[in-house]
């Protein structure tokens, strides 16, 4: 199984960039996915995530309203639409799969993970 994330790179405060998280050698369909995020010094912290039928969604707090999670069952693609980016969200940003059903923002539910991506939001 792997899951490669793209999209990361350096913007200013106020832009927008979009990550996207292409599965392969899993049935990409049955797993809900989220997107975490880990910033020097602090700990893997949950982001968005989203079913695998697309009906259920849920976003950190400090996203909500700025970010949006979507997915694209056929092309074994989930995206992180980042508007508004600010300064903190600065952090590596990861991809992941669990296969519940359900959507968690624990990363211990999650099975499988992505690389990383850098996001840099420069003031």
């Known amino acids: 199984v792997q899951l490669q994330a793209s999209g990361g790179g350096l913007v200013q405060a106020g832009g927008s960039l979009r990550l996207s998280c292409t599965a392969s050698?899993?049935?990409?369909?049955?797993?809900?996915m989220g997107w975490f995020r880990q910033a020097p010094g602090k700990e893997r912290e949950f982001v968005a995530a989203r079913n695998w039928r697309g009906t259920i969604t849920t976003y950190a707090d400090s996203v909500r309203g700025r970010f949006t999670i979507s997915r694209d069952n056929g092309e074994f693609t989930v995206y992180l639409q980042m508007d508004s980016l600010k300064p903190e969200d600065t952090a590596v940003y990861f991809c992941?799969?669990?296969?519940?059903?359900?959507?968690?923002?624990?990363?211990?539910?999650?099975?499988?993970w992505g690389q990383g991506t850098l996001v840099t939001v420069s003031s």
């Open positions: 992941a799969a669990e296969r519940s059903g359900l959507v968690h923002r624990q990363t211990t539910y999650y099975t499988y």
């Open positions: 050698g899993l049935t990409f369909s049955s797993y809900s």
